[in-house]
């Protein structure tokens, strides 16, 4: 009985910790819902948290399930989901229920989120950027093991072919979302990018928050962006001056955007940018006009008490945002947060923080004895071993050696797990740099960047003492051109 009552209040907590994430959406700039429900009593099986989308606002209302496992002995496969349990109906047929009842309301999805993951027959089905299945799962007539399991859904969920579809593609299966240390992490990252408290204490008092409006039901289990603030003001959720940033600094050069507080300070260089062609400026107009504006920037900040800690915004090409932590270094005492997407969310990481254990792989190649460059290969997200080969052939006799900087594990998708990570690989990276600079004696080093933007943000704060580096940006589909020229000393 104790280890049941254990795992049903771990359940809870990880259904209450997802709940409040996703309730936190009401309150991000420009939300599409204008309000949300926990445990809503016309949800059926999809009732553990809703959010309701905004008339107008072009998107569907979701509705969620929240399951917990206190292990990964299993993960959901195509047969599992449709196989019921000793009493009762299967999974997908309680969700295909709630979908029933509630389409008549007008656009909705049914989520599915579970710490568990999914199988490979059901995992190469599903779109890793939207949980959505993929246009493959539709295609009519079905084939191969998929035909077989087409049948095996229509018989047991008991409709017909055409409900089943249009069921499937309003299905959202966000499976492997974590376990509880995970979902406390996502959390926290909400909510500092919102200006609230972060860590144990605040995540405890919206839980048990959570919890008295389920106990006491009603109009209560009803949320409003207003009645979400008002909460929030109430449990004292609310970050003093001193957890945030006093300043924010936007840069728009991809595309301009707004966020939710006004900057302190704004660059427009959209003009000089164009990400359909992958135009980025000429080292005339940074020398001449952007860097210019850049330490225009630095300089009024500097003149702030406040002005350390910088919030940062914008979307920028890679060698960009080197560029911007470079002519901000940690040296100056410069700190900076900075919007990352993460695993499908967007977290936000600050360059202050204590680095991770994680360590870097470094493979150096020498290329040829005369030359007086180097080339460095800052690559964690990816491998770009294929495109540096032709670099290299496309310029040869040019560079004295190439130093390859990534993870111990390889390069991969989600290798920079959180900013712990960023801020380890960007400080060993700057030590590798300085060594081959010294050991091989080269005049100036040329870096290609393949890493998450704050990793490479985080990099140009610690470039020092390295000489002239040459930046690098991706022009086309396996082409570089460089972008810029730091002065390291």
């Excluded at 919102?194 to 204490?201: P, Y």
């Excluded at 700190?335 to 360059?351: A, D, N, Y």
Aim: proline fraction near 6%.
């Amino acid at each position: 009985m104790g280890e049941q009552s254990a795992s049903r209040l771990e359940g809870d907590r990880y259904q209450h910790l997802l709940s409040w994430y996703e309730l936190l959406r009401l309150l991000e700039a420009d939300s599409p819902f204008e309000s949300g429900h926990v445990e809503h009593p016309a949800a059926g099986s999809a009732d553990d948290v809703t959010l309701h989308a905004r008339p107008g606002s072009g998107v569907a209302s979701r509705y969620m399930q929240v399951k917990w496992h206190v292990d990964h002995r299993d993960t959901y496969s195509l047969a599992g989901l449709v196989t019921p349990p000793r009493e009762g109906n299967s999974l997908l047929r309680k969700l295909l229920e709630s979908w029933l009842a509630l389409r008549p309301q007008g656009p909705v999805e049914i989520w599915l989120l579970s710490n568990w993951a999914s199988a490979a027959d059901l995992g190469r089905y599903l779109h890793g950027r939207d949980h959505c299945f993929t246009d493959a799962f539709f295609v009519q007539p079905p084939r191969g093991a998929l035909k077989k399991h087409w049948a095996e859904w229509e018989q047991r969920l008991g409709v017909p072919a055409e409900t089943l579809r249009a069921f499937c593609k309003d299905l959202r299966l966000r499976l492997g979302v974590g376990g509880i240390a995970d979902v406390e992490e996502q959390v926290d990252d909400r909510m500092g990018r919102l200006g609230l408290r972060m860590g144990r204490q605040p995540r405890a008092l919206a839980v048990d928050g959570l919890r008295e409006w389920i106990e006491v039901g009603g109009g209560r289990k009803r949320v409003t962006p207003e009645s979400l603030r008002e909460a929030i003001r109430a449990w004292g959720l609310r970050a003093s001056r001193e957890d945030l940033p006093a300043v924010s600094l936007w840069i728009h050069g991809w595309a301009r955007r707004t966020w939710d507080v006004p900057p302190t300070e704004e660059l427009d260089w959209t003009a000089y940018f164009d990400r359909d062609t992958r135009t980025v400026p000429s080292e005339a107009v940074w020398r001449d006009t952007l860097l210019p504006s850049l330490r225009a920037v630095r300089q009024r900040l500097s003149r702030r008490p406040d002005g350390a800690l910088i919030d940062l915004r914008g979307k920028l090409p890679l060698s960009t945002v080197l560029s911007v932590g470079f002519h901000f270094p940690e040296v100056g005492g410069y700190r900076f947060r900075v919007e990352q997407p993460t695993r499908g969310e967007t977290f936000l990481w600050r360059s202050d923080v204590k680095p991770s254990g994680r360590g870097l792989r470094v493979t150096r190649h020498e290329v040829h004895a005369d030359a007086t460059a180097l080339l460095v290969v800052f690559q964690m997200t990816g491998d770009a071993n294929a495109d540096v080969e032709r670099f290299l052939s496309e310029r040869p006799g040019h560079f004295r050696a190439v130093l390859y900087l990534e993870p111990e594990d390889g390069p991969h998708d989600g290798a920079v797990g959180s900013d712990a990570d960023a801020v380890a690989f960007a400080v060993q990276a700057r030590e590798q740099l300085r060594r081959a600079h010294n050991a091989l004696r080269t005049e100036v080093t040329h870096l290609i960047l393949y890493a998450p933007a704050a990793c490479c943000l985080f990099l140009g704060q610690r470039l020092n003492a390295v000489g002239p580096v040459v930046a690098y940006e991706r022009t086309g589909a396996c082409d570089y051109a460089p972008s810029l020229t730091l002065q390291t000393g």
